[in-house]
């Protein structure tokens, strides 16, 4: 069994307005494009200029959201530092092989192989706050975000006082989005304006940040009740993944009816959908169900956003109507699940509740 | 009660060996595997030493018994060595729900993005090597040829990757959540990482000196390590043999630059600190220490520092083994792990090579000749990385 763990401040930077604490899906920008890209004027002055200019987009998505979700919860001191990343510091990274190519090897400049390893954002924020706690990175695609959660959950087991701050971040670059354009994984153009309406294959990439402060003690500002994670890996068909769901949720001495909302990672890719579709279709008919990729994109870590939609909701004990999939009546959510799955191998499960 | 956790098998392949007793015998005997670089395709082949496994992809897909389609050469190290882990713990079927499996790799798929990315540069067309190139991508080839099912993951925390791996394992079992972990990390040589480390100005172009006045840098290498983690329950329900205990862990962060370490070493010092703690032994009582010792002027005269301040004057027996295998990245935590279980079991004190004058700021002498029949009961082993992640593993003699 879990202990009690509270989301107690929460960030999220991504191509919506999200930065903005006011912000809750009233305008939704909808850029009609087949990738999502944050713009950064949003949080901009979250980081002194002479610190984010040595910083790549990605580390200024994560510190920002990061040092932002600290001042949400009101804390200072972090027990622990853990980041899920699925594709790392992808741009510098790109800069240093591109060089290397075409130099032939010859007189590189270390800068962008220095910010290159994927545990850059968790060591950029450790050094931003003299923090010499607990320090770790996933980088495990669709399990990236998840991974990092649940290692969370296990160090306020450990120790109900501990503040860890836990975040999923991902950045598509202009180097990643020709790269997965061309192996067929982006939705073709002419296809990104209706998302789900057909039945068409791709995804529209997204990229952003979304960071939580979490602990085993509920305070003034806390947004609701962490209960539980799953993974499941690679499910070969639904019935594998209706098994895992029903026992998750008696793990969790739920039933099914008292899920009132959940809210399911469709991609748009409609190979990758097709499970998920087909339990929000049987399984899940009775259920309020919400999509959020297509207002995010999707990358290895959408399921952040998931999570911080669902913390906003029980806060303000609110469903906005846009993301709503089906005609099950709202009400106020209770305990929200996030079914989620990334190129249809990395299915995951979280629950999250009122408190 | 936590669980205790034990470790019942262990595989390893680097340029020393294909699988532990190999490893073993080329320690005994003394034979490094640093050596001219002849299958990593480089500029750089005459210039520098690697500790370079000297099979091809081809080989080692033979080797591994599997389908060398679209595996890189990260995933068939990381499953030679993960499957020689398996079968020493015979371990049968890993599907079940209580077991896990845990990699880290720093390279990942760039070993093989790295070949094809300039071609797609001038075509934009093929790019389909995206598939391989995130860190995930090894870690599911892994996971499905041993047949592990449930609780996959992946770290990257730079040089300390793998033996976070191994800490992050020993915590899901010592908390009740599994009972089986198979746990390490795959590396291999890439032309990136060369060339990044060439720009850092941290290779040595001769044979690697840690803890040496006149050390000029580290040696790369490759390899993968995988220890079978597995509960007291467990171990005692099937009558396990055990290699040893994981009797501590320690992870913090340097917090002081992305990739040079603090002047006090205090990342390594608070590392150290914690895993001595949490195994709930005197610091006089580590035997040997298996220490990161990279080789480079930073490293090594900051992680000497941290060992004086744990320590004090009786510093007991260390060495680096990066100065036989290279520095293995990610894998380099659990590489060295399995060295540290080789000398706990064998009574092994490992020499540091190619040592022959101390660092004057430091004055500290690591083991220079093979102690055999040494009585040890702990062994410390140390791993730091880039983004000042720092971790220590202490392993106890059952």
Redesign the interface.
């Known amino acids: 069994m879990n202990p009690a763990v509270y989301i107690n401040g929460t960030r999220c930077i991504s191509v919506q307005d999200t930065f903005d604490r006011n912000w809750f899906f009233g305008e939704i920008r909808n850029p009609g494009k087949n990738f999502l890209q944050v713009s950064e004027d949003a949080f901009k002055n979250a980081i002194a200029a002479n610190l984010s200019r040595r910083m790549s987009k990605m580390v200024r998505m994560g510190v920002a959201s990061a040092m932002s979700a600290m001042n949400d919860a009101a804390i200072e001191k972090l027990s622990a530092i853990i980041v899920g990343t699925g594709n790392g510091c992808f741009e510098d990274s790109l800069k240093f092989l591109k060089s290397m190519i075409e130099n032939e090897e010859k007189l590189l400049s270390p800068a962008t192989f220095i910010q290159s390893t994927h545990n850059t954002v968790a060591a950029q924020i450790a050094l931003l706050l003299k923090c010499y706690a607990y320090n770790f990175t996933y980088v495990h695609r669709g399990f990236s975000f998840e991974n990092a959660l649940q290692d969370a959950v296990s160090q306020i087991a450990e120790d109900k006082n501990k503040n860890i701050l836990v975040g999923g971040v991902d950045e598509i670059p202009a180097a990643y989005l020709e790269l997965i354009d061309s192996a067929g994984w982006l939705k073709k153009q002419a296809d990104a304006e209706n998302y789900f309406s057909n039945d068409t294959g791709g995804v529209i990439a997204g990229e952003g940040s979304s960071f939580f402060i979490l602990s085993g003690i509920k305070s003034l500002s806390s947004y609701a009740q962490l209960k539980e994670i799953r993974t499941i890996y690679n499910p070969s068909d639904t019935g594998e993944l209706r098994l895992t769901i029903e026992k998750f949720l008696s793990d969790s001495q739920l039933q099914l009816s008292s899920i009132d909302t959940v809210i399911l990672g469709l991609s748009g890719d409609a190979q990758s959908d097709n499970k998920i579709k087909f339990l929000g279709e049987n399984y899940f008919k009775n259920n309020l169900q919400l999509s959020f990729k297509n207002y995010f994109g999707e990358s290895p870590i959408a399921v952040s956003f998931a999570l911080w939609m669902a913390a906003v909701m029980i806060r303000k004990k609110e469903i906005p109507e846009a993301l709503c999939m089906n005609n099950v009546r709202r009400k106020e959510p209770e305990n929200i699940l996030v079914f989620n799955q990334y190129r249809d191998k990395n299915y995951s499960l979280i629950l999250l509740s009122k408190c | 009660m936590p669980q205790k956790v034990f470790v019942t098998g262990m595989g390893i392949i680097s340029s020393i060996g294909n699988n532990c007793s190999q490893n073993f015998k080329s320690i005994v005997e003394i034979t490094p595997g640093i050596s001219d670089i002849e299958i990593l395709e480089?500029?750089?082949r005459k210039k520098f030493k690697a500790g370079e496994i000297k099979y091809s992809n081809k080989q080692l897909a033979e080797m591994a018994s599997g389908n060398s389609d679209n595996l890189t050469r990260t995933a068939l190290l990381g499953m030679i060595a993960a499957a020689e882990a398996m079968a020493h713990a015979q371990i049968k079927n890993f599907s079940d729900d209580k077991t896990g499996f845990i990699s880290s790799t720093?390279v990942a798929g760039?070993c093989r993005?790295?070949l094809l990315?300039?071609d797609?540069?001038q075509s934009?067309?093929?790019?389909?090597f995206?598939?391989t190139n995130?860190?995930?991508d090894s870690?599911?080839c892994i996971?499905?040829f041993l047949g592990i099912?449930?609780?996959?993951?992946?770290?990257?925390?730079?040089c300390s990757s793998s033996a976070?791996a191994i800490i992050?394992g020993s915590?899901?079992i010592k908390?009740g959540?599994l009972n089986r972990v198979v746990a390490g990390g795959t590396d291999v040589l890439s032309?990136?990482t060369l060339?990044?480390f060439?720009?850092?100005q941290i290779l040595d172009e001769d044979w690697c000196k840690p803890f040496d006045e006149n050390r000029k840098g580290l040696n790369l290498g490759e390899g993968a390590a995988y220890l079978v983690l597995e509960s007291e329950d467990q171990v005692l329900k099937e009558g396990k043999k055990i290699l040893c205990e994981i009797k501590g862990y320690g992870?913090?962060?340097?917090?002081?630059?992305?990739?040079a370490s603090s002047p006090e070493g205090?990342?390594a010092f608070?590392a150290m600190q914690e895993a001595i703690q949490t195994s709930g032994i005197n610091p006089g009582e580590i035997n040997y220490i298996n220490a990161h010792g990279t080789g480079t002027m930073n490293n090594d005269l900051t992680e000497g520092i941290a060992l004086k301040k744990i320590f004090g004057k009786n510093i007991p027996a260390f060495s680096s083994t990066k100065s036989f295998t290279g520095h293995t990245l990610a894998a380099a935590g659990a590489v060295e792990a399995v060295f540290s279980i080789l000398a706990l079991t064998n009574g092994l004190v490992i020499p540091n090579l190619n040592f022959s004058d101390p660092i004057s700021a430091l004055d500290i002498i690591p083991e220079k000749k093979m102690v055999h029949h040494a009585d040890l009961k702990y062994v410390l082993s140390n791993s730091f990385?880039?983004?000042?992640?720092c971790s220590s593993l202490i392993f106890g003699k059952v």
């Open positions: 480089t500029v750089y720093t760039m993005t790295e990315y300039g797609f540069l934009k067309i093929n790019g389909s995206i598939e995130d860190c995930g870690t599911e996971a499905d099912k449930n609780n996959i993951t992946t770290i990257s925390t730079a976070n992050h915590r899901l908390s959540k032309k990136f060339n990044g060439h720009s850092l992870n913090a962060n340097d917090a002081y630059h992305q990739t205090t990342g608070l990385g880039f983004g000042g992640n």
